[in-house]
């Protein structure tokens, strides 16, 4: 149920100021874990009255955003890892030949990319995926001439936007917000599809159009022959060709057996690239393989931490606004800021079919500001169920928008926190991909929004 008895305090309000001067400061281009800290303190103080607090809040929200990553971190850092290794033995020339025949251009190797992030997202949830689609078919694009941003792009909004949120398969992200709402998830996925999928297809085709030009300009051929051939041992490296697919698609099957999902399938893809690593160190270099491990994973978490240390510093800020506020200021604070303040707009709105639509979109995107887009369908779910029953309108509309929204900017697509997996395999500025993000995603929101009006 929806909190009628909620009161904003300052310190609801000193956070609103530091979320938009986050977003103004990222905006003009600048960096901004400065300014997150300097909220951190300010919120810590205001909210447990002493500058001891404050400085204690600057920590412990630091250690907590860092523990909320590690998992992402060291999936980066042993996918890198991994990499490297196949790159010194030419493993990597020698899968990406048969690929050039189908990734013969920039577009052909954009929507192959996307299209593949959908269908393992559907079955594996996009961080695995990440993973497997960044070791596997990212190589195999680069190499047909996209650009990296580009591929970047393709990846986020099949996998972390149109993916995600629809969740067709797992059913994860419908079920809470069903739960929620009183009525059950096929209600989500059924009444709710044209939405889900009028988000997706205007998203990604906006996206497509819009760098297409850009695409172009990259290149326009496969440029397999620039690669230079690899030097080492030919039989390590056409065996770690060999082995590399397998392996991963060996992992594609234990999933879907298992049922393997969220962070038990990334652990087993993770776990697997370590395996494969190590196998290919020591198939190309013997004995000098305990030297070359050491320097793979140092690599490769090196790489990992040189893209996440700003990010924790944002993410600690941010998850003051989520579930993350107990475990940072203390158990008396039970429930996100952002979180209330979508409440506070839910009971302070005008009401109608239409607004309470728009209601629900704004709360779906201010819960995603902590770049959990999963942590606000709780609230969405509830909010579906309480402006359904106030406005005579369908409460699984409702929710289906509540919950493209949270998982568009939450899950993400628009917060740069929530884009790094992305933005590290595809070793690209996650703030310039949210900016490319951006327009598409907005314009599916209006699309989503004008069809949504027809079906409530």
């Given at each position: 149920m929806i909190d009628t008895n909620l009161v904003l305090t300052p310190m609801h309000y000193l956070y609103l100021i530091g979320v938009l001067t986050i977003l103004t400061v990222?905006?003009?281009?600048?960096?901004?874990?400065?300014?997150?800290?300097?909220?951190?303190?300010?919120?810590?103080?205001?909210?447990?009255?002493?500058?001891?607090?404050?400085?204690?809040?600057?920590?412990?929200?630091?250690?907590?955003?860092?523990?909320?990553?590690?998992?992402?971190?060291?999936?980066?850092?042993?996918?890198?890892?991994?990499?490297?290794?196949l790159k010194d033995l030419g493993s990597d020339y020698i899968m990406m030949i048969p690929m050039a025949k189908v990734m013969k251009s920039p577009a052909a190797a954009w929507w192959i990319l996307g299209l593949s992030m959908f269908v393992f997202s559907l079955f594996l949830w996009p961080s695995p995926s990440v993973a497997l689609i960044g070791a596997i078919v990212l190589p195999f694009a680069l190499k047909a001439g996209l650009d990296p941003l580009a591929a970047a792009i393709a990846m986020n909004l099949f996998g972390h936007g149109f993916a995600l949120s629809y969740d067709l398969v797992i059913q994860g992200a419908p079920s809470i917000s069903a739960g929620a709402a009183a009525i059950s998830p096929s209600d989500i996925l059924t009444k709710g599809r044209p939405l889900f999928l009028v988000m997706g297809i205007v998203t990604t085709a906006s996206?497509?159009?819009?760098?297409?030009?850009?695409?172009?300009?990259?290149?326009?051929?496969?440029?397999?022959?620039?690669?230079?051939?690899?030097?080492?041992?030919?039989?390590?490296?056409?065996?770690?060709?060999?082995?590399?697919?397998?392996?991963?698609?060996?992992?594609?099957?234990?999933?879907?057996?298992?049922?393997?999902?969220?962070?038990?399938?990334?652990?087993?893809?993770?776990?697997?690239?370590?395996?494969?690593?190590?196998?290919?160190?020591?198939?190309?270099?013997?004995?000098?393989?305990?030297?070359?491990?050491?320097?793979?994973?140092?690599?490769?978490?090196?790489?990992?931490?040189?893209?996440?240390?700003?990010?924790?510093?944002?993410?600690?800020?941010?998850?003051?606004g989520g579930n993350g506020i107990s475990s940072i200021l203390g158990d008396q604070f039970q429930r996100g800021i952002l979180n209330d303040w979508a409440i506070w707009l839910a009971q302070n709105s005008p009401l109608n079919k239409y607004m309470a639509a728009i209601l629900q979109m704004a709360a779906g995107s201010l819960t995603g500001l902590d770049g959990s887009g999963f942590s606000g369908l709780p609230l969405t779910g509830a909010l579906a169920g309480t402006l359904g029953i106030a406005v005579k309108a369908s409460v699984p509309i409702l929710a289906s928008l509540g919950q493209i929204t949270a998982i568009y900017v939450g899950g993400g697509t628009i917060v740069p926190w929530g884009l790094i997996p992305v933005a590290a395999i595809c070793s690209v500025n996650p703030l310039d991909l949210a900016r490319k993000n951006i327009l598409p995603v907005f314009l599916g929101f209006a699309a989503t929004f004008i069809v949504a009006c027809f079906l409530l």
């Open positions: 990222m905006i003009i281009r600048r960096d901004t874990p400065l300014v997150c800290i300097a909220f951190l303190f300010l919120i810590g103080f205001v909210g447990l009255g002493s500058v001891t607090g404050g400085i204690m809040t600057i920590f412990k929200a630091i250690v907590f955003a860092a523990k909320e990553f590690m998992d992402i971190i060291a999936t980066i850092a042993l996918i890198t890892a991994l990499s490297k290794c996206a497509y159009l819009l760098n297409r030009k850009q695409m172009k300009d990259c290149c326009s051929q496969v440029r397999i022959q620039n690669i230079e051939e690899p030097q080492n041992s030919e039989f390590a490296s056409i065996f770690m060709a060999i082995l590399t697919p397998l392996f991963f698609a060996a992992d594609i099957i234990l999933m879907l057996v298992f049922e393997l999902k969220g962070g038990d399938a990334t652990s087993l893809v993770s776990g697997t690239a370590v395996v494969i690593m190590c196998i290919g160190a020591y198939s190309g270099f013997g004995i000098h393989a305990l030297e070359k491990v050491t320097i793979y994973v140092t690599d490769g978490f090196l790489f990992a931490i040189r893209i996440f240390a700003p990010v924790i510093i944002i993410g600690a800020f941010f998850f003051l």
